[in-house]
């Protein structure tokens, strides 16, 4: 599978991203601002 398409085919935000993102935020690990820019591209 060409490189380009490999990455774009593991550049997709799910459930497990999105749980890990929240647990990093309530830890201190991840900006507020962080957050949101994962929970819109989750969408």
Do not use: C, H, Y
């Amino acid at each position: 599978m060409p490189l380009t398409l490999n990455q774009k085919k593991s550049a997709k935000i799910g459930q497990r991203q999105i749980d890990l993102a929240k647990r990093w935020n309530a830890d201190g690990l991840l900006s507020d601002e962080g957050l949101l820019a994962v929970l819109e591209e989750g969408n």
